[in-house]
C-alpha cells in the first residue's frame, strides 16, 4: 500500500485543512445532517478522504464517531462497504447512468444506517445527467446521503448547487503539508528536517497527495533520515536553479541557443513541467520588477505550453515551441497597454485580417457591433481557436460585469466553455473594458440569410461571418488545422 493510501485521514482531526474541519464537526454536531454535500477544490486537497471520513461518522455504531473500529468504518476504509458507493462521473456521466443509480438509490440499506453515495469529478455529467439528477437531489429518499466532489464547481448548474451543502477545500500551504508529512514521518520512523519539508511543499503545489508521494520516493532512496540534498537530488532543484541563470539566453532570443538549453536540461533528468513553472517564476519576478510586457508575453506562451504537456507525444515539444515562438523576430507581441489619449482604433474595412490589436479600454457598460468587431480582432492576435469558435456567436447582452453571447452550435458552445477557452476570451475582454468580466454563453439560433430577388445575400454577424457552413468549416480549419 502506498503511503498516500495508507495515511489517509481516518478521523476529522487527522483531516489537514482547518477551514474544512472546523466546518465538519459544526455540521456533525447539528441534530440536521444535510442529505447533499459539495466538497470541491484542487485535486489531491482532501476531498476523498474528507468524504470516506463523514461516511464513516453517518454510520458508525462505535461510541466515539467513527470509532475505525466497527463493521461499518473498517469496510468504509477498506473502500468495500456495500452501502457507501464510491462513483466516478467522468466514466459514468450520462442520463442512462443516472437513471441506474436513480433504481439502488430507492432501496433501503442493506446494514447500514444510511447509503452514501460519493460522487467524484461530478462536473463531468452531462447537462442531460444532471436533469435527471436534480429530482432525486430535491426531494431524496430518507436514507441516502450524496456527497459530491469536484474540481470545476463552476461547471455544475446552479439548480444543483443550490442544493448543496458546500465545503470548499483550497490548495495547501506549507504549514498544511508540514503537519501532514510530520504525521507521515512519525509513522514510518522517518527524520526529516524543516529544510526538506519546505522544498517538498514547494513541488507538490498545493497537493497533500503529491507531497507524500514525493516524500515515499525520498524514503526509498535515503531511508530513514531526509536532508535537503536528498531533496534536492529527487527534484533536481540544483539543476532547475541553473536554469534560472539561463533566463537570460531566453530573453537574448538566440534559438539554436535555447534549443540547446532546454536539450541539456532534459537529458539531465528534468522534466518539461519543473522547466516550464521555473521559468514562469522567473519570468513573474522580471515582470514584477521591471513592469516588461515581453516578460508578460513569455509568460502567457509558457502557461499555454504547460496546458499542452499531457498531450504531447514529446513532453519537452509544447516547451521548444514556446521559446522559439518568442524568440521569433516575426512574432506577435502581446498588445500593449495605452493611455487614454494614445488609444487607436482598428479599421476592420481597410485591414479585415489585421493580426494585432493595441488595447483599447473602454470602460462603459454598454457593447456595440464596433467594440466587438475589435474583441475579436483582439482576440486573434491572442488566441486563432477562440476567434475561430467566435465566429459562430453573437452578442446578447452585457452590464458592465457580464457578457451574454449566444453561441449557434452545441459543438462551439461546448468548446467555449473549457477552461482554457474561457479563461482566453474573459482575459482580452476584462483587458478591452478595464475590468473582470464574467461570460456566459448560450445556445441561440442563427438569424437567417434574407433572400431578394432568389440571390441570397450575404447575412453578416457582428461582421464576422457569411453562412452556417463557411462558420463550420472555416472553424474546424482554424481549431483542428488544414
Request: net charge negative; hydrophobic share 40%; aromatic share 4%.
Amino acid at each position: 500500500m502506498t503511503l498516500y493510501l495508507k495515511y489517509r485521514p481516518r478521523t476529522i482531526e487527522e483531516l489537514d485543512l482547518p477551514e474544512v474541519r472546523d466546518q465538519l464537526e459544526k455540521i456533525v454536531a447539528s441534530k440536521d445532517l444535510p442529505h447533499a454535500f459539495l466538497f470541491s477544490g484542487p485535486k489531491g486537497t482532501g476531498k476523498t478522504s474528507a468524504a470516506r471520513v463523514l461516511a464513516k461518522i453517518i454510520n458508525c455504531t462505535g461510541k466515539n464517531r467513527p470509532c475505525n473500529e466497527c463493521e461499518h468504518c473498517v469496510s468504509i476504509t477498506k473502500g468495500n462497504h456495500v452501502d457507501v458507493a464510491e462513483i466516478d462521473a467522468a466514466s459514468n456521466r450520462g442520463i442512462d447512468d443516472v437513471r441506474s443509480l436513480k433504481e439502488s438509490i430507492i432501496l433501503a440499506p442493506t446494514s447500514a444506517l444510511k447509503k452514501v453515495y460519493i460522487i467524484d469529478e461530478v462536473h463531468m455529467m452531462t447537462t442531460e445527467a444532471f436533469n435527471a439528477f436534480l429530482k432525486t437531489l430535491e426531494e431524496p429518499p430518507s436514507h441516502v446521503v450524496f456527497i459530491l466532489a469536484t474540481t470545476d464547481p463552476q461547471k455544475l448548474p446552479g439548480t444543483v448547487r443550490s442544493r448543496l451543502t458546500a465545503i470548499n477545500f483550497r490548495k495547501a500551504n506549507n504549514e498544511d503539508v508540514k503537519r501532514q508529512l510530520l504525521r507521515v514521518a512519525k509513522g514510518e520512523g522517518v527524520e526529516i528536517d524543516d529544510e526538506s519539508i519546505l522544498l517538498i511543499s514547494k513541488s507538490s503545489d498545493g497537493s497533500f497527495r503529491d507531497a507524500v508521494k514525493i516524500f515515499e520516493q525520498l524514503v526509498v532512496m535515503s531511508g530513514k533520515k531526509i536532508n535537503k540534498a536528498d531533496v534536492e537530488k529527487i527534484l533536481l532543484l540544483d539543476k532547475l536553479e541553473g536554469l534560472k541563470d539561463a533566463y537570460g539566453i531566453i530573453k537574448n532570443k538566440n534559438q539554436t541557443e535555447i534549443i540547446e538549453l532546454v536539450g541539456k536540461y532534459i537529458s539531465g533528468g528534468a522534466n518539461a513541467k519543473d522547466l516550464i513553472d521555473n521559468l514562469i517564476e522567473k519570468s513573474r519576478e522580471d515582470m514584477l520588477l521591471s513592469g516588461s510586457k515581453d516578460a508578460v508575453y513569455l509568460i502567457e506562451l509558457l502557461m499555454e505550453a504547460r496546458t499542452r504537456i499531457s498531450h504531447s507525444p514529446i513532453p519537452e515539444l509544447p516547451l521548444e515551441i514556446a521559446l522559439i515562438k518568442y524568440s521569433s523576430d516575426t512574432q506577435v507581441k502581446a498588445p500593449e497597454v495605452k493611455a487614454a489619449e494614445e488609444e487607436k482604433t482598428v479599421d476592420l474595412k481597410t485591414n479585415p485580417t489585421l493580426e494585432v490589436v493595441k488595447e483599447v479600454k473602454i470602460h462603459a457598460n454598454t457593447l456595440d457591433e464596433d467594440t466587438w468587431k475589435k474583441i475579436m480582432v483582439y482576440v486573434k492576435s491572442r488566441n486563432t481557436s477562440v476567434e475561430a469558435l467566435l465566429r459562430a456567436s453573437e452578442p446578447l447582452g452585457f452590464d458592465g460585469q457580464s457578457l451574454t453571447l449566444g453561441v449557434f452550435y452545441k459543438f462551439h458552445k461546448e468548446r467555449l466553455e473549457v477552461a482554457q477557452n474561457r479563461r482566453a476570451l474573459e482575459d482580452v475582454v476584462a483587458e478591452v473594458f478595464g475590468g473582470p468580466v464574467r461570460i456566459n454563453y448560450t445556445l441561440t439560433e442563427k438569424k437567417p440569410v434574407p433572400v431578394i430577388n432568389k440571390e441570397p445575400a450575404v447575412a453578416v454577424q457582428s461582421g464576422l461571418t457569411e453562412s452556417s457552413d463557411k462558420d463550420i468549416i472555416e472553424a474546424a480549419k482554424e481549431i483542428f488545422g488544414n
